[in-house]
């Protein structure tokens, strides 16, 4: 059994925030430079430009990449060796609390969806935990912005839509939400499992790396071809009109019901924030 | 390029158009769809705004926090489309500039004529950069809105594109026809 703290789960989230908000993944930079070179509207590239120099600033001088700093989502793997005494979901929340108050993040969380009163410390986070064999304990975090998350969808396809209904369901999202979830965008998609299970592999599609590939050949297949299919919308940088309006799509996969074929697809912004650490 | 002073001459705005940069010096306010939704409360009732809001831009931003030695946070623009349902009444009080991000309501074109008033993009996720031209920032009401609060916003060349003009011309219809395969 191996012991974990968890006021070192605390210390680690607050960390880990603090740096998603400032500090762009580098694959992600390298992505939006590569864009930038392809991209064929003038207006675009500029704002290409803009964005990546707005990067560099950030980075330099630690300055939240973007106003919105999300809805704190945190994803925990644990090994079933690990062993911790004490409120999990507390220990998070607590460093999400430090995170945002002390990193000079914003508060974007109310405390009921109807009352709408700030809870003025941006917890509660929203927590994954998934439960794995062995010792190890990680830690995934996404800063995730309104913006991008209001056009996100799940609908419940059945399987005559097939891949056709897949791909029309993605361009049509892209397509109507146009400039509004602040593209070039990364797309999730999750296909299969149930409605609340393709709305969570969507979630996590959006942490894998940038320039990773689908394990699986058929997702892997149709994430290049959504890929296409979606710059062809002409929606561009912010909606402007332009060739790169996503930087990458992920496609997550799960077996399903005989009867359905649930597709979610869950949108995020350039601001393409994550971080991860094992403890 | 253009170069805007806020309040702003409202032949000035008349003559924008759609794709045109403009830089934005002087005063503006902040507001995000707290303080929208407020500030029409007030209208219904016929009671006065907290801030006067003619020939002036509003910024659909809500910061963070300013970091000490900074007069802002990073603060770049949140999506318009949100603020539309209560945008007729802050026109008819002489609003003339409208900065945020995103397509909107069909109906906004038609009102932007009406009123000679215009909507610009900022960059969104542009926020480090955009602070930068925002040279003092002080909350003038709705404090207990946190980021949602109203703000007086002394800026120098910030940097906006007009979307949407007054003669109807519409940047997002005309750039994403011109790129759609």
């Known amino acids: 059994m191996r012991k974990i703290d968890l006021k070192d789960v605390t210390k680690k989230i607050k960390e880990l925030f603090i740096d998603a908000c400032s500090n762009l993944p580098e694959n992600v930079m390298e992505t939006l430079k590569k864009a930038k070179e392809q991209e064929q509207s003038p207006l675009c590239k500029d704002v290409f430009s803009q964005i990546i120099a707005n990067a560099e600033l950030s980075k330099e001088k630690q300055l939240p990449l973007c106003q919105d700093t999300g809805v704190a989502v945190v994803f925990l793997t644990i090994g079933s060796e690990v062993v911790f005494e004490g409120d999990i979901y507390q220990a998070v929340n607590e460093g999400v609390r430090l995170a945002y108050t002390d990193g000079y993040l914003r508060k974007s969380v109310v405390r009921h969806p109807l009352d709408r009163v700030n809870t003025k410390d941006n917890t509660p986070a929203i927590v994954h935990i998934k439960m794995v064999p062995g010792d190890v304990f990680k830690i995934d975090v996404a800063p995730k912005g309104g913006g991008s998350e209001n056009l996100s969808t799940v609908k419940m396809l059945i399987p005559a839509d097939g891949v056709e209904g897949i791909k029309n369901l993605v361009v049509k999202t892209v397509a109507e939400a146009g400039g509004k979830p602040c593209p070039p965008l990364v797309i999730g998609v999750g296909i299969g499992g149930n409605f609340e299970k393709c709305a969570l592999m969507a979630k996590e599609a959006l942490l894998r790396e940038i320039d990773d590939e689908s394990p699986d050949p058929i997702a892997r297949e149709l994430e290049k071809e959504l890929l296409e299919l979606v710059n062809n919308t002409g929606v561009g940088a912010m909606g402007f009109g332009g060739t790169k309006t996503c930087l990458a799509v992920k496609v997550n996969v799960h077996p399903c019901h005989i009867a359905s074929l649930p597709v979610a697809i869950n949108l995020q912004c350039h601001s393409a924030r994550h971080k991860s650490a094992n403890l | 390029m253009i170069k805007l002073t806020c309040p702003v001459d409202p032949e000035q705005i008349k003559k924008l158009r759609a794709g045109d940069v403009v830089y934005l010096s002087g005063t503006m306010y902040t507001g995000r769809d707290a303080a929208h939704k407020r500030l029409c409360e007030l209208l219904e009732k016929n009671q006065p705004l907290p801030i006067d809001v003619n020939n002036m831009a509003i910024y659909y931003v809500g910061p963070t926090p300013a970091k000490p030695g900074r007069a802002i946070g990073s603060a770049g623009p949140t999506s318009s489309y949100r603020m539309d349902a209560y945008t007729k009444p802050l026109l008819e009080q002489g609003l003339k500039v409208m900065i945020g991000k995103g397509p909107r309501c069909e109906e906004l074109k038609s009102w932007l004529a009406e009123h000679g008033a215009v909507y610009m993009s900022a960059i969104g996720g542009a926020a480090a950069s955009i602070s930068e031209s925002v040279k003092s920032c002080k909350v003038i009401a709705y404090e207990d809105l946190g980021a949602e609060a109203i703000h007086k916003l002394e800026i120098e060349?910030?940097?906006?594109?007009?979307?949407?003009?007054?003669?109807?011309?519409?940047?997002?219809?005309?750039?994403?026809?011109?790129?759609?395969?």
């Open chain 2, 157 to 181: 060349d910030f940097y906006a594109i007009v979307t949407y003009d007054s003669v109807g011309g519409d940047l997002f219809a005309d750039g994403i026809k011109q790129y759609k395969k």
